[in-house]
């Protein structure tokens, strides 16, 4: 069985390269077709005629499909093997991609939402625990910040493919599946090097969740203001006065900042005995960034320029968080662990717009930054409170 560790020991210091890019491309490859996938579906119930409400219920399947698919991944990995179930979810997921084209009655992207987002769920979860197994313990976070950035630019990647291709007939639904079928190479290819699954975690998949708090509390804010900020800051600039290209621009610099400082904080987060100081600093940033953007709002180039640093602060959390959790567990308990931090990531993401949505009807537009500087300032006295009462963690 194992269990929570004091430090990283016992392990090989050196990269071992085929392995991580198995993990690292895979959920690449998934992440070029979400990018595609989410605005694809929205522009194309649009055209249908199907109301916003719909619309928004509909996407809302994506975070309750993983929600439920993050308990059950690690039961599935360990009856099956990580690398068999990751090419079973490869194939219902590319399906799942292709059928949104050919369900005619708008009730069928339901279903289609659930199996979709599930599987997808289950390759995240199960590469990053393939990745974090793998990472040799004292070069952890430099691995997950290539896993991180790389991700980004596979999500980035979507939009553009999107913007080129369009929203007509079959071929951006085509160019989805395929995307997510390529996730099948790699995997296969490193099929025998996947970590095993020999024994069942040792807790209740809730136990999870509380085990390393420090670590899943921080991709909980990281997935509410990622999701409510994403979505929301379009009409938060829009209605300080910036235009809509100048919003726009402001997400890129957003998403940049997500991407530039991946590596850079995971190499410090190597150097660091305690990665809860980083994740506390992290937050710290976060939340004076927050209670800045009120202050900026006539200051286009400032605006970037904190954003630029904020996002990086952001996406931190999630980098050093699942580096947190590398370095605290092992084996089954790592793979439930990893679940775990998954399914907070999706409650995250069903409660951030939510949250900020209600913020900003209630105290008006600045209400935005107040509700995003809420969930920073909540785990800020998370973090602390954790270094002071738990100065070591064994």
């Known amino acids: 069985m194992s269990q929570p560790m004091n430090g990283d020991t016992g392990h090989r210091e050196d990269i071992h390269w085929p ?72 194939l219902f997921a590319a399906i799942s991609a292709l059928g949104f084209y050919y369900a005619e009655a708008f009730w069928m992207w339901f279903p289609l939402r659930i199996v979709f987002h599930g599987t997808t769920t289950t390759l995240f979860i199960l590469s990053e625990f393939w990745i974090n197994a793998a990472a040799p313990p004292s070069r952890r976070g430099l691995v997950l910040g290539i896993y991180a950035t790389v991700l980004g630019i596979g999500f980035a990647s979507g939009p553009l493919l999107f913007s080129l291709i369009g929203s007509d007939g079959i071929l951006p639904f085509a160019v989805g599946a395929i995307a997510i079928l390529a996730a099948a190479i790699p995997i296969y290819i490193a099929r025998n090097e996947s970590p095993a699954l020999d024994e069942k975690p040792s807790r209740h998949f809730l136990r999870y969740i509380f085990l390393v708090p420090t670590a899943t509390a921080a991709v909980f804010v990281f997935g509410a203001v990622e999701a409510g900020g994403l979505s929301l800051f379009p009409i938060y600039a829009t209605r300080t006065g910036f235009t809509e290209s100048q919003a726009a621009l402001l997400l890129t610099a957003m998403g940049v900042g997500n991407m530039v400082f991946q590596i850079p904080l995971g190499m410090l987060s190597d150097k660091l005995k305690d990665r809860r100081l980083l994740l506390s600093l992290m937050a710290v940033i976060g939340l004076f960034g927050a209670l800045l953007l009120p202050l900026l709002t006539s200051n286009w180039i400032l605006m970037a320029v904190v954003l630029l640093f904020w996002g990086g602060s952001v996406s931190g959390l999630y980098t050093i968080g699942l580096s947190h959790l590398g370095s605290r567990l092992t084996g089954s308990d790592l793979a ?43 785990y800020v006295l998370l973090s602390i409170g954790r270094l002071l009462f738990r100065p070591k963690e064994g």
Not at 369 to 376: D, H, K, L, M, R
């Open 19 to 90: 392995s991580l890019f198995a993990a690292i491309s895979a959920i690449s490859a998934v992440g070029i077709a979400i990018g595609l996938g989410l605005p694809l579906l929205s522009i194309i119930l649009e055209k249908r005629g199907i109301s916003s409400t719909l619309i928004g219920l509909n996407s809302a399947m994506a975070g309750i499909a993983a929600m439920a698919a993050a308990p059950i991944t690690t039961k599935l990995a360990h009856s099956f093997g990580v690398a068999r179930t990751m090419l079973w979810a490869v």
């Open 336 to 378: 439930a662990a990893n679940a775990a931090f998954v399914f907070c990531y999706a409650v995250g993401t069903v409660a951030g717009p939510q949250a900020i949505g209600a913020a900003i009807d209630i105290s008006g537009n600045d209400g935005f930054a107040w509700a995003i500087a809420g969930f920073f300032a909540l």
